[in-house]
């Protein structure tokens, strides 16, 4: 080849990489000139960044009852920031901060030299603060699903983007105000917030109190917070803090170096801004739900966020009853508690009637939540969390057992988690191994050695004792746990929710635990003899034993099934419906489900009043099966479920959706959604009327409370007094009451103390003598229940039978 024909081609590479160059350039500028067009926020904007702002929870009467807020954070001003954060953070992020207007250029031109051309992955970052404060306040877009051309693209223009922005913040905020924006920004991991944030959930001190080693460990984790977790990974934060110490270039950090970083008071924020603790924290899916159900979204497209919009959110409690409710619950539990501690004065919960395979499920229950405790997370961070980080791993309780339990060889042959098999493979093995052991002895020492601590109190709410913390686990584990709430029965407005005794020491919400609710479910069945069989309210049955045999009817039982009463006795007397159901009689039931020679309408019924028939519970299982068994309360379902259940019996047949929610405003005071009533008929108003007359009747006579509204209700008691329930009806509120333990076998030993009649009926009792003393007018006790219809008077004529006392069965005896 000639050398012309040699220049010509070298001619055309440098015409078509200068055309290349020119086209780039030129896309570059077109970028430029269409972010600044469209994507770049105005000044006023930018003079007021968005923060998310909490959303506000209030009463049905407008008053603030709690807050949605997950970001612990307390912003400090420019004047106030640790003059050691301050030296940290620049040495290490920027440190031409105050010489530059927003880019560095210098840091620019080292990272395209380092990382482009000599391939220095760890050559840093070019971006300044200001650059990051824009990134902060104006994220990237999410460009995960997209290929690397485009990721690449949306870089380049976010990059721009950044680049702009910052420019502007350089000019409507001085350098100091720039770095008090980045440092309340910034999220810190482990819900912190913020600087100040930050110092306190990782020291327990305010930022202005850091000494240098603290201010280091903090200014280090702005490079990777999530690697460089002083609770996930020690050693790493230990070698980053020493870094940025490094970078300071000074004696006295130089000495900082050699002080060990104390995380001892490590406390995560626990969100505390609610006087209604169990409803809000059920609130938080109910709204995700809701959002989402009814596309209540922004402008820009995306949903309402409860955390972030500055929402207000009217809820359907009323605060009175709220009150009412938690004072009529402390004072009802804490003398049932006196009975229960009598009942259990003589005998061990955790070996009582349990073979050895009971008694270690029982312990392991009780270790299960000393290792769920935060002393024990504390010593794992210590003694475990330091090796793990070195490998990179965390590990389960599960997992832990494994590791020290079987044979690495034999672990190796398992299908096993990737966590473990790195454990397996890395020459830390043996000292996690030791680690693991030294966690054992550590926390059976500190678990069995007495220290002074809080427990919960009747009374004062807590109390300071002198006790282990295995027994204080053992002592919360033993007190009776309640549940209770009320909703107006004509619009579904759920008027009162209390889920436990004390959200700060027990946080699960009763309202939603599901357990079987006992003889609660006879009067549906009754209802159903009388309005798909013709059975008469006046009608009578035997007492006595009645059988279910396989292939009856169309039951699906695959054993005969031959329940007896509560009392193991059967009277051999008459019963009509009144007497059947005020006396609980579950032969009286047996009898009227062989009337229907199905539970498949029982189901049906349920269905239509909120209880899926479809349901499933964690196991797979059916919440409500097609069993006979059902019919005496073999469901799980909540009590939430069970009380709206009720509300049809208080409203003429009707069901009506419990509702939490009444209307949601955004931050401009726009009403962005108001709850609907979604009502369905479930029974006829004939027949409801007479099941109403029915429960009314079962709260008459030696059953009367001491309370002047017209009231009605029934008890329910599961096996071995596991669970005590109670659903009272007034004409506006129906009331549900749960009591029971945490565990099944936490319960009452007698029968007499044990029933729903004892451990639940009362605590409705006291709610409404308390509604019935308020003057304020938030309860009407002279309300009354709906008119019956015409044919209601002839189909229960029979007032001698249903009042007439059954001495043989009445005697001594209290219903379920």
């Known amino acids: 080849m000639s050398k012309s024909s040699i220049k010509n081609i070298g001619l055309n590479i440098g015409k078509v990489a200068l055309a290349m160059l020119a086209i780039l350039l030129l896309g570059l500028v077109m970028l430029w000139v269409d972010v600044w067009a469209f994507e770049i926020p105005t000044r006023s904007a930018l003079q007021h960044p968005v923060i998310k702002e909490a959303s506000s929870l209030v009463d049905t009467k407008g008053r603030p009852i709690g807050q949605f807020i997950n970001e612990y954070r307390d912003p400090i001003e420019p004047n106030e920031i640790n003059p050691y954060i301050k030296s940290c953070v620049i040495a290490t992020e920027d440190i031409r901060f105050y010489d ?104 327990g001190k305010h930022q202005s109190e850091l000494s240098l080693e603290e201010a280091a460990v903090l200014a280090g984790m702005l490079k990777n917070p999530s690697l460089y977790n002083p609770v996930r990974n020690p050693k790493l934060v230990e070698k980053r803090r020493n870094e940025v110490l490094d970078r300071l270039n000074s004696n006295e950090a130089i000495q900082a170096k050699s002080i060990a970083t104390d995380f001892s008071k490590f406390k995560r924020f626990t969100v505390t801004d609610t006087i209604v603790p169990y409803f809000k924290a059920s609130l938080e899916s109910y709204l995700y739900q809701l959002i989402r159900e009814n596309n209540l979204k922004k402008s820009d497209g995306t949903y309402y966020d409860i955390f972030a919009d500055g929402l207000t959110i009217e809820s359907t409690i009323d605060l009175d009853l709220q009150r009412y409710a938690e004072a009529a619950t402390m004072e009802h539990m804490a003398w049932i508690q006196g009975w229960f501690d009598k009942d259990w004065k003589q005998e061990k919960p955790w070996t009582y009637q349990a073979d050895d395979k009971e008694q270690a499920v029982r312990y392991s229950v009780i270790t299960q939540r000393a290792k769920k405790s935060p002393r024990y997370e504390a010593l794992r961070r210590k003694i475990l969390l330091p090796e793990l980080s070195e490998i990179g791993v965390t590990l389960t309780d599960g997992e832990l057992s494994q590791l020290m339990l079987e044979e690495k060889s034999a672990l190796e042959q398992k299908n096993i988690s990737k966590a473990l098999k790195m454990v397996l493979k890395h020459p830390r093995y043996i000292k996690v191994k030791q680690a693991i052991r030294d966690l054992e002895v550590a926390y059976k020492s500190e678990f069995d050695t007495p220290v002074k601590m809080k427990i919960f109190d009747y009374t004062k709410g807590s109390r300071e004792v002198e006790m282990t913390p295995m027994d204080s686990i053992k002592y919360h584990l033993m007190l009776l746990q309640t549940a209770m709430v009320a909703i107006d029965p004509h619009n579904g407005y759920v008027k009162c929710w209390n889920g436990g005794l004390d959200y700060k020491f027990f946080n699960l919400d009763h309202v939603h635990i599901r357990r079987s609710i006992g003889s609660t479910a006879k009067p549906f069945v009754y209802t159903l003899a009388m309005s798909e069989k013709g059975v008469k309210p006046c009608d009578t049955f035997l007492d006595t034993l009645y059988t279910i045999l396989p292939g009856e009817g169309d039951f699906k039982n695959k054993e005969p099934w031959t329940p007896k009463n509560a009392t193991k006795i059967n009277t051999a007397l008459m019963y009509n419906l009144y007497h059947g159901l005020m006396y609980s009689k579950n032969t009286i039931t047996v009898r009227l489900l062989k009337e229907l020679g199905s539970v498949k309408p029982l189901i049906e019924l349920w269905d239509k009043m909120g209880i899926s028939k479809d349901e499933k519970l964690p196991n797979g299982r059916l919440a409500v099966p097609d069993l006979p068994s059902i019919g005496l309360g073999a469901i799980d379902i909540s009590l939430l479920q069970l009380t709206s259940a009720y509300t049809t019996f208080a409203n003429e047949g009707r069901w009506t959706k419990p509702i939490l929610v009444k209307s949601i405003k955004n931050k401009a005071g726009e009403v962005i959604y108001e709850a609907s009533h979604q009502s369905v008929s479930a029974i006829d108003p004939l027949y409801n009327a007479i099941m109403m007359d029915m429960l009314v009747n079962n709260e008459s006579h030696e059953f009367k409370m001491k309370i002047k509204s017209k009231n009605g209700g029934k008890t329910g008691t599961t096996d071995d007094q596991s669970d005590g329930w109670y659903v009272g009806l007034t004409p506006d509120l129906v009331v549900g009451v749960w009591t029971g333990g945490d565990e099944k076998w936490i319960r009452f030993l007698r029968e007499d103390v044990g029933q729903g009649f004892f451990t639940a009926r009362p605590l409705f009792e006291q709610f409404i003598k308390k509604l019935e003393k308020d003057t304020t007018g938030i309860y009407d006790v002279q309300a009354a229940f709906a008119k019956p219809p015409e044919e209601f008077e002839s189909l229960t004529n029979c007032s001698k039978k249903k009042t007439e006392a059954i001495p043989e069965a009445a005697r001594g005896r209290q219903p379920e």
């Open 100 to 203: 530059h207007s927003g880019v560095d250029y210098r840091a620019m031109g080292r990272v395209l030299i380092k990382t482009v051309f000599l391939r220095d992955k760890d050559s840093g970052g070019g971006s300044t603060i200001t650059q990051q404060l824009a990134k902060q306040l104006y994220p990237r877009p999410d460009v995960r699903s997209k290929n690397r051309m485009m990721r690449s693209f949306y870089l380049v223009k976010s990059k721009i983007k950044e680049w702009i922005i910052a420019w502007k913040l350089e000019k409507l905020y001085t350098k100091d105000e720039i770095l008090a924006m980045y440092l309340n920004k910034f999220e810190f991991i482990n819900r912190a917030y913020g600087i100040e944030a930050a110092a306190m959930t990782y020291f």
